[in-house]
């Protein structure tokens, strides 16, 4: 089951030119993984950072055609392999039928301290929902 968040190209997102800086991609991924893991798993950052945490681990990005200020692209992630502490995951962005760019990406659930730890279980039953 895929998840879709729809991001506004925003001033802050561009380069002097009004397309958007690539880096910024990224950001735009990770909100993606944030509206997904408080909409989806019902377990918002702000809940999830108190004592643990998401880090990426692995990303990587092919860039398909620019975005410019305005447009509206739709960012969808897909769940591919659930681990032990770890989530594989997709992302596709359009904007109306064109693609923009898509991604990989490796996260991981990790303590207080930093070290990998399992994905609590009713966490995980939410994430398997998602392949």
Known sequence: MA????????FRHCDPAGIVFYPRFFEMTNDTVEAFFEQEMAFPFSQMHQASGIPTAQIEAKFK????LGDILDI????????RSSLDLSYQAVCGTEARFSATST???IDAQGAST???DHI???????L
Do not use: A, D
């Not at 998840?3 to 925003?10: E, G, H, L, W």
């Not at 055609?65 to 410019?68: D, F, M």
């Not at 969808?76 to 681990?83: A, D």
């Open 124 to 130: 995980r039953s939410r994430l398997e929902t998602h």
């Open 118 to 120: 399992p994905w609590p």
């Open 3 to 10: 998840f879709t968040y729809r991001q506004k190209i925003k």
């Open 65 to 68: 055609r620019p975005s410019r």
């Open 107 to 109: 996260i991981v659930f």
């Open 76 to 83: 969808t992630l897909t769940c591919t392999r659930v681990g």
